[in-house]
Each structure stands twice: as structure tokens, then as C-alpha cells.
């Protein structure tokens, strides 16, 4: 099976920006589509941002002409930069991964924006 390991979260004013990493490993085949989501206190999962294994990606409404999804397949890494920080960004943020029929999901990264 496939572990999740995300870094980059932390506290940021308004207007900042922040790159989030999600690093897969020990998984036996190669990994698929990969992605972000994050859950805010009080409110429902929202989609963040997906990417296929060729490149193909997707933006949530909130996030789209901020957030820049990527990925290095040769690391076996997902990024996400993050620009132009609202307070309403405020989140944990989880990457997925997919490897055949199944769905990892990683930790979870706090982000913060306050001023």
C-alpha cells in the first residue's frame, strides 16, 4: 500500500502565498491521479485541486487563477502552490493519491490565514 507525507503548512498573512508537498511512497505499482482537498472547522470536504499522472488538471471555484497544482512522477510528488492567501483559505489540507482500485490519503497539513 501507498503512505502519504505532506509538509509546507503553516501561518501566513492575507495576500501571502505557501507551497504545500505530498511525497507517496512504499506503494507496489505506479501511482495514478493525485490531488488535494481541505475541510475548514464547520464546513464540508471541499475539492480542492487534482492532477492525472500525464499532467491533465482540475480547480475547485474558490481557488482557480490562486492555486497552482503539480507533480514530479520521478519523486513521486504533488504540489500545491498556493498565492494570493485569503483568510476563507483557512484549512487542513489532505492529498490523495491513487494506486489501482484504491484511495490514500495523506495526514493533513494546517494552514493558516490570519492577520
Known amino acids: 500500500q501507498v503512505q502519504l507525507t505532506e509538509s509546507g503548512g503553516g501561518l501566513v498573512q492575507p495576500g501571502g502565498s505557501l507551497r504545500l508537498s505530498c511525497a507517496a511512497s512504499?506503494?507496489?505499482?505506479?501511482?495514478?491521479?493525485m490531488g488535494w482537498y481541505r475541510q475548514a472547522p464547520g464546513k464540508e470536504r471541499e475539492l480542492v485541486a487534482t492532477i492525472s499522472w500525464n499532467g491533465s488538471t482540475n480547480y475547485g471555484k474558490s481557488v482557480k487563477g490562486r492555486f497552482t497544482i503539480s507533480r514530479d512522477n520521478a519523486k513521486n510528488t504533488v504540489f500545491l502552490q498556493m498565492n494570493s492567501l485569503k483568510l476563507e483559505d483557512t484549512a487542513v489540507y489532505y492529498c490523495?493519491?491513487?494506486?489501482?482500485?484504491?484511495?490514500?490519503w495523506g495526514q493533513g497539513t494546517q494552514v493558516t490565514v490570519s492577520s
Open positions: 512504499g506503494g507496489r505499482f505506479s501511482i495514478g491521479g
Open positions: 490523495y493519491a491513487e494506486q489501482l482500485t484504491n484511495v490514500y
